[in-house]
């Protein structure tokens, strides 16, 4: 039951009425791998995580995670995963560490663990000194940071990232970067995610698939990729080559976060 890659999709096909925003989409992620989806908005990239994470079901086709089936055994494959979706996923009105305490609770940690844990994971990411103010008050490095914690406190096998830098400064973008390698490093998490920022597809992922209008267009290493346009071309190129460019804003802080998530949400 746990051989085989991380992730495996297969033929996935996702219709809302008329609309196809998959269309036998296949690919797999190996264990321990960073792998990147690409694409502009309306790709099907998030639909694609969304089905990954049991938060929908798929038309046609299937997904695996750790041989486990996504859509027969849902249960499962969510203790095996942390997600951190486009949209705010922290309540302002609570404190950091109630943030987290929450979550341990979804995922049904035992009371005789939950604190220690929240704790070890607020630890982690660098809040312990701000895990008792309100969410409200967080720069906007820290929300993601603070999201992160509630992703990873039931310690996932597999981290799925929908847009996880959108709206941070380069600083925050880079502080959140270090934490993710830092924990691949320490227990070999596998991570799949959506981004627009093509210089950090480059840099961290080990493969990227480019998709438009819900197909594969390519999948390679993002070098091999580059290769194929000509010398001296870039991951930007390649993803202007397959489908078109797409550009962010740059908010600070909880509300600005907000704001741009519900944004990036309504055009994916």
């Given at each position: ?124 990411l660098g809040l312990n ?70 210089e950090e597809a480059e ?66």
């Open positions: 039951m746990d051989a085989g890659p991380a992730v495996a999709v297969t033929a996935l096909t996702k219709d809302y009425g008329e609309m196809r925003a998959l269309d036998g989409l296949s690919f797999e992620v190996g264990r321990g791998e960073i792998f990147a989806l690409l694409g502009p908005n309306g790709a099907g990239k998030s639909t694609a995580l969304r089905i990954l994470v049991t938060l929908a079901l798929p038309t046609s086709g299937g997904v695996r995670v750790f041989g486990r089936d996504a859509i027969a055994d849902p249960r499962h494959v969510r203790q095996m995963l942390g997600y951190l979706p486009q949209q705010l996923s922290v309540d302002g009105a609570l404190t950091g560490r109630e943030n987290v305490w929450l979550f341990a609770g979804l995922y049904d940690i035992p009371w005789s663990e939950r604190r220690a844990r929240v704790e070890a994971t607020l630890g982690l000194d701000a895990a008792d103010r309100l969410t409200s008050t967080y720069s906007g490095g820290m929300v993601r940071r603070l999201e992160l914690a509630q992703a990873l406190v039931h310690r996932p096998r597999l981290l799925v990232l929908d847009e996880p830098t959108v709206g941070l400064d380069p600083v925050a973008r880079g502080d959140f970067w270090q934490r993710i390698l830092e924990l691949r490093e320490r227990d070999g998490t596998t991570v799949l995610l959506s981004t627009h920022y093509m840099q961290f992922a080990g493969r990227v698939a480019l998709l438009h209008r819900g197909r594969l267009r390519a999948l390679d290493t993002p070098r091999a990729l580059e290769s194929r346009l000509g010398e001296g071309k870039n991951l930007e190129d390649v993803f202007r080559t397959f489908s078109s460019d797409d550009g962010e804003t740059d908010p600070g802080g909880w509300r600005d976060v907000r704001a741009t998530r519900r944004s990036v949400q309504r055009g994916s």
